[in-house]
């Protein structure tokens, strides 16, 4: 198993600015996963962070408006660019563990006013 | 277009009936099935998962039934408790693919009354 611990857990931002999400991890994992969770709707991958390289972008979502740092193998960041009240979400990092079961954090409540 | 479909937003049930949770997917590369439970405020918990080389799998009070012709399965909770209320997450992915991101469903507002 893994424990995800992750910050802050919500906050309430203006629009136009930026908030930086942090996950950390008490085990080392290859791959790291950003979800964002709207209103009534289910969990949508953002992107998949590998320690080393770029994140990898799911269609829909760019770099430039969530750009995602892993310098290392138990933590990442998520950053949510030029915010709009649009991005008012659940934010949640993941790690795959084996392959399959997926471990979250406990989230990121995210209003933008 | 949505490859896992939860199509009931919420389910009461009384305690010490049965719950009956439903997901229908329709990507047939889908080998693992998971579901999740998720409390206000907290991140999605494990709960139980099946592979597609089975049609059950059963873990204390609850159990998971898959029908792979029918693209459908389904959480079954016996006997329902209070402390289960809580939202549920079906999820699929093919298995043992490290790095392979999980897709979900809505997922069902579940409220067992006492």
């Known amino acids: 198993s893994a424990v995800i611990s992750q910050k802050p857990s919500r906050d309430i931002c203006q629009r136009g600015t930026s908030l930086t999400i942090q996950c950390q991890v008490d085990s080392q994992v290859t791959m790291m996963f950003w979800y964002r969770q709207q209103p009534g709707q289910s969990l949508t991958l953002i992107a998949t962070a590998n320690q080393g390289s770029e994140a990898t972008y799911e269609s829909g979502f760019v770099i430039d408006k969530f750009p995602i740092s892993r310098p290392n193998l138990t933590f990442s960041t998520l950053t949510v660019s030029n915010m709009s009240p649009e991005d008012s979400s659940i934010y949640l990092c993941s790690v795959d563990v084996g392959g399959t079961e997926a471990f979250f954090g406990q989230g990121t409540r995210l209003t933008v006013v | 277009d949505q490859q896992v479909k939860q199509n009931s937003p919420s389910l009461s049930v009384q305690e010490g009936r049965i719950s009956i949770l439903n997901c229908d997917y329709t990507n047939s590369m889908f080998d693992y099935f998971l579901w999740y439970k998720k409390y206000p405020a907290e991140g999605p918990t494990f709960l139980i998962s099946i592979s597609s080389i089975k049609d059950k799998n059963e873990d204390g009070r609850f159990t998971v039934f898959l029908n792979k012709s029918a693209k459908h399965l389904s959480l079954h909770i016996v006997p329902s408790q209070p402390g289960d209320s809580a939202v549920y997450f079906c999820?699929?992915?093919?298995?043992?693919?490290?790095?392979?991101?999980?897709?979900f469903g809505k997922g069902t507002t579940l409220s067992v009354s006492s």
């Open positions: 999820a699929a992915t093919k298995a043992n693919q490290a790095g392979t991101a999980l897709i």
